[in-house]
């Protein structure tokens, strides 16, 4: 089953939180992480990982806290998943290695090459204004038929 993990989830909710407290400048790891009931040392590696990949800016002292480092309408769902697990592989043969036993006689590695590009392209389109807006809004139609987006995921 593909699903991205805790610590991407908890990335994107405090993304997300982010957003929309952007007017009032910053939130700390403990307001978010009582908002959302996220452990707040899980929470506080998640949030220095993405400050040390240039999506989030810390700020110091006893005011201080977390604040985008760019509009959230510039920070794809993709970027933040890659800053916190690395890259998206959907199986092995989309890795450096890309080879099996089964490689020379495949009849599924073209097709899901497909959905793991498709994969890739709908999170990269993705922002974190998307995530952002009310819940109340229509989820963005899908493109094609057997493509699923994920706004209708999440």
Request: glycine share 8%; hydrophobic share 40%; proline share 6%.
């Amino acid at each position: 089953m593909l699903k991205l993990t805790k610590k991407a989830d908890y990335g994107l909710i405090a993304l997300r939180h982010l957003a929309a407290h952007a007017p009032t400048g910053s939130a700390s790891a403990k307001e978010i992480a009582d908002s959302y009931r996220i452990p707040l040392p899980l929470l506080a590696k998640i949030l220095q990982k993405l400050t040390k990949t240039g999506l989030l800016q810390s700020i110091p002292g006893t005011n201080g806290g977390y604040r985008l480092a760019r509009p959230a309408h510039h920070i794809s769902t993709l970027e933040v998943v890659r800053a916190i697990d690395g890259p998206i592989i959907l199986t092995s043969c989309f890795t450096a290695h890309g080879e099996c036993d089964q490689s020379d006689h495949c009849t599924v590695r073209e097709p899901l090459r497909k959905v793991h590009e498709g994969i890739v392209d709908l999170l990269g389109k993705i922002t974190i204004s998307d995530l952002s807006r009310d819940e109340e809004a229509p989820a963005a139609p899908v493109a094609a038929a057997g493509q699923v987006s994920l706004l209708h995921v999440l």
